[in-house]
């Protein structure tokens, strides 16, 4: 199947499933989710669900389940949105980018006022 066919099924994908999570879902379990990424293999059979979980790790795992149990009716909106031979079987999978990233963000922070300090001791 051709790449930029999969390509553009997966960034529809990302966008409705965006959707059907903003607006769609009412499990009070789901937070914040942010879905970063779709990966489709070649004959569009199966799909991973990249996903980003905010707040403290119990408010995660909450929202995790909350994912985990409403992934049939997920797959059930795209098949309807989507129009394709076979809707994909889908999988989620956590995103820590955004979390490595925050980290990074912070230690850069925390080594630029160190040398700010060090430099107004020594002046």
Known sequence: MSQLRVEKVQELMKQEISEIILRELKDPRIGFVT?????????????????SLMGDEKDAKECWAGLMSSLGFIRREIGKRIRLRFTPELTFALDKSLDYSARIQELLLKVRKEAEEKEGQSV
């Not at 879905?35 to 996903?51: M, N, Q």
């Open 35 to 51: 879905v970063t990424s779709v990966e489709c293999t070649g004959d569009l059979r199966e799909a991973k669900i990249y996903v």
